[in-house]
């Protein structure tokens, strides 16, 4: 039985953010190929075998981290009209591992420093506090990042941190673009 995550993506441009000079920077640090208000923002949801998402809105268990916050763990209803959607199939055994991974990590603390300097060479990584006696310390994609890899599902040499934008642009070719919907309830009917 497979089961599915979905990466869950907000742009920079998008209502429910606030107009921020820390919204602001994320969106200028990001490489976008054209116009586009580049995605700043990542969190990772574990889809129930039996969705209850509507046709406004997706809803599961998601796990993430917003500026100065900690790592949450909690139900959320994503809105299809402000969030893109990847998702991808996994083991039982992958999802299980995933979510077991952010349980662990739930409460710890922002990366302040990693999410200012994620392109410097020598940017902390999450884990790089613990040697200083500290719980590890995440920024959005990069709690994304070590769940997906404790599943296997990012190879190893792909680095701990990175632009949001960068990493919707990593997944997009081992990812299927997702509405959201529960594709069980739909009724096709071709004319």
């Given at each position: 039985?497979?089961?599915?995550?979905?990466?869950?993506?907000?742009?920079?441009?998008?209502?429910?953010?606030?107009?921020?000079?820390?919204?602001?920077?994320?969106?200028?640090?990001?490489?976008?190929?054209?116009?586009?208000?580049?995605?700043?923002?990542?969190?990772?949801?574990?889809?129930?075998?039996?969705?209850?998402?509507?046709?406004?809105?997706?809803?599961?268990?998601?796990?993430?981290?917003?500026?100065?916050?900690?790592?949450?763990?909690?139900?959320?209803?994503?809105?299809?009209?402000?969030?893109?959607?990847?998702?991808?199939?996994?083991?039982?055994?992958?999802?299980?591992?995933?979510?077991?991974?952010?349980?662990d990590h739930q409460g710890d603390s922002f990366n302040h420093l990693g999410y200012f300097m994620y392109w410097a060479p020598f940017s902390p990584s999450p884990m790089a506090y613990t040697y200083l006696g500290m719980t590890p310390r995440w920024y959005c994609s990069e709690i994304v990042i070590g769940a997906m890899k404790e599943g296997d599902m990012l190879a190893d040499d792909v680095p701990n941190s990175m632009h949001p934008h960068d990493l919707y642009k990593l997944v997009q070719g081992s990812s299927m673009a997702d509405c959201g919907r529960n594709m069980n309830t739909v009724k096709l009917s071709f004319v």
């Amino acid at each position: 039985m497979t089961h599915k995550i979905m990466l869950c993506f907000v742009r920079s441009d998008s209502d429910i953010l606030e107009s921020s000079w820390l919204n602001r920077i994320a969106a200028s640090l990001a490489k976008t190929e054209d116009d586009s208000a580049p995605f700043i923002h990542a969190e990772l949801l574990f889809c129930p075998q039996n969705s209850n998402s509507t046709k406004d809105s997706v809803s599961g268990l998601a796990c993430s981290i917003v500026y100065s916050g900690a790592v949450h763990l909690e139900k959320k209803r994503f809105s299809r009209k402000e969030w893109f959607f990847r998702s991808m199939e996994c083991s039982k055994s992958q999802y299980d591992s995933m979510l077991t991974f952010c349980k662990d990590h739930q409460g710890d603390s922002f990366n302040h420093l990693g999410y200012f300097m994620y392109w410097a060479p020598f940017s902390p990584s999450p884990m790089a506090y613990t040697y200083l006696g500290m719980t590890p310390r995440w920024y959005c994609s990069e709690i994304v990042i070590g769940a997906m890899k404790e599943g296997d599902m990012l190879a190893d040499d792909v680095p701990n941190s990175m632009h949001p934008h960068d990493l919707y642009k990593l997944v997009q070719g081992s990812s299927m673009a997702d509405c959201g919907r529960n594709m069980n309830t739909v009724k096709l009917s071709f004319v």
